[in-house]
């Protein structure tokens, strides 16, 4: 069984910055592509980055490119999300969701776990 737990949320204001965290459990962390998805309020949920399992391999969906940045320490099964410039759109519940073997997409199906997501709220 894996858990995925997110940190880092919480209130800014525009032109702000925070920095997500996932921790993960289990021992396969370090082979699986991981992303963080996000779903603002009334909105579907939505592709935010995307991260191979080495970390060599990064995507952005183009709302985010240029101020957000994922990264992971497979030692530490952890992935993070560097936010900054946040605008009010960014505004949304952010999770974090692991891949298949060696690779990740942008669809939420080609994710198994998710974890239970952490609140981003960006103020004008």
């Known amino acids: 069984q894996v858990q995925l737990v997110e940190s880092g949320g919480g209130l800014v204001q525009a032109g702000g910055s925070l920095r997500l965290s996932c921790a993960a459990s289990g021992r396969t962390f370090s082979t699986y592509g991981m992303a963080w998805f996000r779903r603002a309020p009334g909105k579907e949920r939505e592709f935010v980055a995307g991260i191979s399992f080495t970390g060599g391999t990064t995507t952005y969906t183009d709302s985010v490119k240029g101020r957000f940045t994922i990264s992971r320490d497979n030692p530490k099964n952890t992935m993070y999300l560097q936010m900054n410039d946040l605008k009010p759109e960014d505004t949304a519940d952010y999770y974090c969701?692991?891949?298949?073997?060696?690779?990740?997409?942008?669809?939420?199906?080609?994710?198994?776990?998710w974890g239970q997501g952490t609140q981003v709220t960006v103020s004008s």
């Open positions: 969701a692991r891949g298949s073997p060696y690779g990740f997409g942008s669809r939420t199906a080609q994710y198994d776990y």
